[in-house]
């Protein structure tokens, strides 16, 4: 959900009500559509799905891909202390597609990267710098037109690309099916006694459209629940549509 600042960093109070209204919807909209959501959302009724934005640098397209790129098969941690290098080599704050370009790459790779993902960075700066790629036009475009675009560039996968449609642009019907965490919150709350293959999240999110970023959030929120040593709810087992196992591996996420 876009954001609009009514002050230095705060929203306006018309879109402060605007996003209120939206969230109640898209609530309703997921309780009636999947028991399992209803229940999480039951038990979280002070739920801010937006609150894991603000533990985030401000980030536009391209800060979204260079995230989502430096955290591929990384932890956290790794993630955040390998763009605190590249933050500290670029004035503090992460870069613009010229200013990665003005790195020497053997910087880059001190600071933790790996060669193919300095290329893959490289590879995007140069596409948004020399007009083959427009951020502005792309963060105009629907969802599966960004990720057709983006995802000729090797090293960019479709979860990469999805995790910045929900960073930078706020878009409302993304799922993350190849991410290993949600797919372990999948398992648990719809007690599968497997771990859900990425075909199989994809068939339990489709009653959830057009809310599928809300959906993701409040899964999520288990593992969160998890990591603090919360108590996550138990909702009641509900059969998960099957479909056919994904046998098409991709080495980029």
């Not at 500290?88 to 990267?113: F, S, Y």
């Not at 060669?115 to 007009?131: F, H, V």
Request: glycine share 8%; proline share 8%.
């Amino acid at each position: 959900m876009a954001r609009q600042s009514g002050g230095p960093g705060q929203p306006s109070a018309t879109e402060q009500s605007r996003v209120a209204d939206r969230l109640r919807q898209a609530r309703s909209f997921l309780r009636r559509a999947d028991p399992v959501l209803a229940a999480l959302i039951d038990d979280r009724p002070d739920f801010d799905p937006q609150a894991w934005l603000a533990q985030l640098p401000p980030m536009d397209l391209f800060g979204a891909l260079l995230f989502q790129v430096v955290g591929q098969q990384l932890s956290v941690a790794a993630t955040r202390t390998i763009l605190g290098r590249i933050e500290a080599m670029t004035g503090g704050c992460l870069p613009a597609p010229g200013e990665l370009l003005a790195v020497d790459p053997d910087r880059l790779r001190a600071a933790g990267l790996s060669w193919r993902k300095i290329g893959t960075l490289r590879d995007l700066a140069e596409r948004l710098t020399d007009g083959r790629l427009d951020a502005a036009e792309l963060s105009t475009r629907p969802d599966d037109e960004v990720l057709a675009a983006l995802t000729v560039i090797p090293g960019i996968g479709p979860w990469t690309v999805q995790g910045a449609l929900l960073v930078a642009l706020g878009r409302e019907d993304v799922v993350l099916p190849g991410d290993l965490a949600l797919r372990k919150a999948v398992q648990r709350a719809y007690r599968l006694d497997h771990r859900p293959t990425e075909q199989e999240v994809l068939a339990i999110a489709e009653r959830w459209r057009p809310y599928r970023s809300l959906a993701t959030s409040y899964l999520f929120s288990i593992v969160e629940s998890d990591a603090t040593g919360g108590a996550p709810p138990s909702p009641a087992p509900v059969a998960a549509p099957t479909s056919a196992d994904n046998s098409k591996k991709r080495t980029a996420r």
